[in-house]
């Protein structure tokens, strides 16, 4: 393949096709191929994901591919595997022992490499860990962690005992911790002293301390040493994840658990206040992760791959720790900032080892780009052959930038749409065939029956806007919300009979390409995170200041949204900038710094309330989007609130 970097013109109707180059090796290289597999998987489901379930390694083979009756799907019942076993033990027997399973790179520059065989070494030790704390199969274990190898040897730990794992990401609060302690029910943590942010160190095991105040179910705490912080550490309940690691033995025989056995639940945000446990089960969730990270990323066997996200969340649990590691490829795993040192951290990293498959999110590529191409321009990216991003719609200029810039005008880009909820990627391009063009995730992955409907449920012409549905079950759909399966129901698959609702609306074009527009829902998407303008309400309203709150989300050039809060103070309180200041810290030791909101305005007067009391957020986003309100105000109950909320914005 061509390593020569050209420049090509892009504007938001450019369509790039395929390089011959890339197409000759790719795992689908036509999209008559494609079309083929795509209408085989979704007319016979059965044998598709069976001949895909059948390249993974099985200790007793399925009944039956799938059991549907909706919202409920058992996928290859009957079967009995280990996905830890799949994603470690598997490439030891198969040779690939001595390859590099994780290169890690701190944040302070200190490395590190696991070959598959070190990784199952240290993977068993973990796993002998937890079974001696008492940790049985379907209990809960919550990690939080910062981005070192532990972090993923932790889960697959797990994954081997069959204990389910919730991770919380390391930049959320103590009282965050809290609540998903309290609704996993966890019985053990795995953490760490602390974890480097930005030259600083952010103490994990204290805000887990802080968390655990009260709690009577976690009986164990494991603590990796990180950062060499100072931290507590309570006798009979705290162990230095070093000092039992080597008491134990570096064996253990991964025993098979049925394919709906529960592997994780990971929190996310939704319309109310209280984040949802999305439940993932083994057997599916595996064979999703799998093949996509086969056909989407394309892995070969001497690729090397780096996705930028943090375990925390669902691209790290699916496209970090399993898809890639079922792969047997070789991946990176970097700690820290993408600006630390400096805005070439990212690029130093793909030149020392030659990453090939780059995986990031929107967010970051505008940041690079209003950081300036002299970070890039020091580096060698030659070695890359495809890029990818995930997280939030892509503008066309980001694009355009991405593929010129860092693909050298020769890596096709896949833009891959698809959620916490569904485990995998859903709607992407396969780099050997589809045509690309900026802002598209183009086209259903397997299995996946994606369509555009109205509010009748009829399916929208080409180009006309409607909400994102998915008709048929996939394997790697979550199975539930942890604990509450009315909300699952209600929330997922209560809009059309039958059918999962994203909460994304979209569109498509003629040729079927999908574009998502953004959430139907009151979630906010801030740098590529999913937050509930409810959570960061409720988190105000429990400020002792506060009377009433509304949180819209404003369109950011690098985050893609951003937080603005209206609040209305009780009585005695002042409308001063230190409260301000005072109700963001607020608002990020309640949830955690990346819910601290751009701009808090007062709203003296209240907020605008139609009669029946509902707070009007279209009327806020519009004061706050053009400095005033022209749009129909009929239905609001006393106009003179939106008199003094323009006067208050222009303050
Ligand atoms: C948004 C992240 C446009 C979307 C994997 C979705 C996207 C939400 C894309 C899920 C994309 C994700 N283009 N929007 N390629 N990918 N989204 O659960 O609004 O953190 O509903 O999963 O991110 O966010 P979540």
């Given amino acids: 393949m061509s390593k020569k970097a050209s420049f090509v013109e892009i504007d938001e109707n450019t369509e790039i096709k395929p390089s011959k180059a890339f197409s000759k090796y790719a795992r689908v290289s036509s999209m008559a191929q494609y079309k083929r597999m795509h209408a085989e998987s979704i007319e016979k489901p059965h044998l598709f994901w069976a001949r895909e379930a059948k390249e993974l390694k099985w200790q007793k083979k399925w009944d039956k591919v799938l059991n549907w ?48 065989q070190q990784l199952q070494r240290e993977v ?164 999703g992760t799998y093949t ?45 900032g993408p600006n630390y040192p400096d805005w070439g951290r990212f690029w130093s990293i793909i030149e020392e080892y030659g990453v090939t498959i ?109 909400r994102l549905v998915i008709r048929k079950p996939w394997p790697s759909m979550l199975r539930t919300i942890y604990g509450d399966k009315k909300r699952y129901k209600d929330t997922y698959w209560s809009d059309y009979d039958g059918m999962y609702t994203a909460g994304d609306g979209a569109k498509k074009d003629k040729k079927g390409n999908v574009y998502i527009i953004g959430r139907l829902d009151d979630v906010l998407n801030v740098s590529g995170h999913r937050l509930g303008t409810a959570e960061i309400e409720s988190a105000l309203v429990a400020h002792p200041a506060v009377a009433e709150a509304a949180v819209i989300g404003k369109p950011h050039e690098i985050k893609g949204e951003s937080i603005v809060c209206f609040v209305t103070l009780k009585g005695d309180y002042k409308e001063t900038d230190e409260l301000k200041t005072e109700l963001r810290n607020h608002i990020g030791k309640v949830i955690g710094a990346i819910a601290k909101p751009d701009a808090i305005h007062f709203a003296p007067a209240g907020l605008p309330k139609t009669r029946s009391g509902k707070i009007m957020r279209r009327l806020l986003k519009e004061l706050v989007n053009t400095g005033k309100v022209t749009g129909n105000v009929t239905t609001l109950e006393d106009s003179k609130v939106i008199d003094a909320l323009e006067k208050s914005l222009k303050g």
Avoid at 74 to 90: I, M, Q, S, T, Y
Avoid at 268 to 278: Q, V
Avoid at 300 to 315: F, L, M, S
């Fill in 69 to 116: 009756e909706a919202p409920y799907a058992e996928w290859f019942k009957g079967g009995k595997l280990n996905v830890c076993e799949n994603a470690v033990d598997r490439h030891v027997e198969e040779g690939r022992g001595n390859k590099a399973a994780i290169i890690w790179e701190g944040e302070p520059g200190d490395k590190r490499i696991l070959t598959y």
């Fill in 292 to 336: 996509t990270c086969k056909y989407i990323f394309d892995m070969q066997e001497d690729d090397v791959y780096w996705c930028t996200a943090d375990v925390g969340w669902i691209t790290g649990h699916s496209y970090i720790t399993y898809g890639p590691l079922l792969n047997g490829v070789t991946q990176i795993m970097y700690e820290g």
């Fill in 358 to 466: 780059f995986y990031t999110a929107p967010t970051a590529i505008r940041a690079f780009i209003k950081a300036g191409d002299e970070f890039v321009d020091k580096y060698d990216l030659s070695s890359l052959r495809l890029l990818g991003t995930v997280g939030e719609p892509i503008n066309p200029a980001a694009w355009a930038w991405y593929y010129n810039k860092i693909g050298g005008g020769r890596c096709p880009i896949v833009d891959t749409w698809w959620q916490t909820e569904t485990g995998a990627i859903m709607i992407s391009p396969l780099p050997g065939c589809t045509p690309i063009k900026p802002g598209t995730a183009t086209l259903p992955f397997f299995g996946v029956d994606a369509a555009i409907l109205d509010e009748e449920g009829n399916e929208c012409k080409p180009d006309q806007p409607g």
């Fill in 124 to 287: 068993c030790r973990m796993a002998n860990v937890l079974t001696n704390q008492g940790v049985k199969p379907k209990d809960c274990v919550l990690i939080y962690m910062p981005m070192v190898p532990e972090a993923t040897i932790a889960m697959l730990a797990c994954a081997r005992i069959g204990a389910v794992h919730s991770i919380v990401f390391g930049g959320f609060s103590s009282e965050s911790i809290k609540d998903r302690l309290e609704d996993s029910k966890a019985v053990a943590v795995i953490t760490a002293d602390g974890s480097w942010r930005r030259g600083s160190v952010v103490p994990l095991k204290d805000n887990m301390d802080e968390a655990l105040k009260g709690n009577k179910d976690v009986k164990s705490v494991i603590v990796l040493k990180r950062c060499e912080n100072d931290v507590k550490m309570k006798k009979g309940r705290d162990f230095w994840w070093h000092k039992q690691t080597a008491k134990v033995p570096a064996k253990h025989t991964p025993k098979g658990f049925s394919a709906e056995h529960p592997l994780f639940i990971l929190y996310t945000s939704g319309s109310t206040g209280k984040p949802k446990g999305i439940l993932h089960t083994s057997g599916g969730y595996m064979v």
